[in-house]
């Protein structure tokens, strides 16, 4: 299994431009998450989707958009790319998000993709 | 909002020490998680704790939950460099959202 697939693992924007970050998983995990790593402030959550068609905002939505059309794909926008959106961003999934359906609720990661905007 | 503290951020430790990182809550959690990320990485879970108590082992690493749902600790016996990288607590609250720990950095001293 490739688990969860992230694309692209670097780039580059100037100020302004838009951009979609990919993230794929092949484990028909329900829940699927977008995460920014910055130093020193851990993981904070953007989005999230509990299944197709429902997404949610996180801890730090705006700038970002998400889409959840089918349960393998959950792309990240940024709309117009600002400087304070240089981060890494991870994706992360698991099988289901409710207690009591038999799954621990770990998390499974994407290898992350390091954005830089000029 | 809700918060998990993560102390310390960093521990400088001579290989063959030991280490230790704590998470506290400021309220009672369903259950906590923990994961590690290697420089460069991304995290990989470790384990999940959900009784009021609980102690779990994996080899060298030592996992414990308090009594009240609120705190938690990692203890690493006899740290290898292997050991090295940095170690999130993530705590889920009523609403089963994970609260993020700002992790902890393991750095071996040369």
């Known amino acids: 299994n490739a688990g969860v697939t992230q694309t692209p693992k670097f780039q580059v924007l100037k100020t302004g431009q838009s951009m979609t970050l990919q993230c794929a998983q092949d484990m028909n995990h329900e829940y699927m998450s977008w995460y920014r790593q910055d130093p020193g402030m851990g993981l904070r959550l953007i989005h999230y989707?509990?299944?197709?068609?429902?997404?949610d905002q996180g801890e730090v939505p705006n700038g970002y958009n998400v889409s959840r059309s089918t349960t393998e794909d959950f792309p990240l926008r940024l709309l117009s790319a600002a400087p304070s959106q240089t981060s890494v961003y991870f994706c992360?999934?698991?099988?289901?998000?409710?207690?009591?359906?038999?799954?621990?609720?770990?998390?499974?990661f994407g290898e992350g993709s390091r954005l830089t905007v000029l | 909002g809700q918060q998990v503290m993560q102390i310390p951020q960093y521990q400088h430790v001579q290989e063959g020490e030991d280490f230790t990182t704590y998470c506290n809550s400021s309220t009672t959690l369903s259950n906590i998680q923990w994961y590690k990320q290697r420089p460069g990485g991304h995290p990989v879970f470790l384990i999940q704790?959900?009784?009021s108590g609980e102690v779990k082992k994996q080899k060298r690493l030592t996992f414990q939950f308090g009594e009240a749902k609120k705190n938690s600790s990692l203890h690493i016996t006899a740290t290898q460099t292997t050991d090295v990288g940095t170690y999130f607590c993530a705590g889920r609250d009523s609403n089963y959202q994970l609260i993020w720990g700002a992790g902890t950095k393991l750095i071996i001293k040369p």
């Open positions: 992360a999934s698991t099988l289901n998000f409710s207690p009591g359906q038999g799954s621990a609720g770990e998390l499974f």
């Open positions: 989707s509990v299944g197709a068609g429902i997404t």
């Open positions: 704790l959900v009784k």
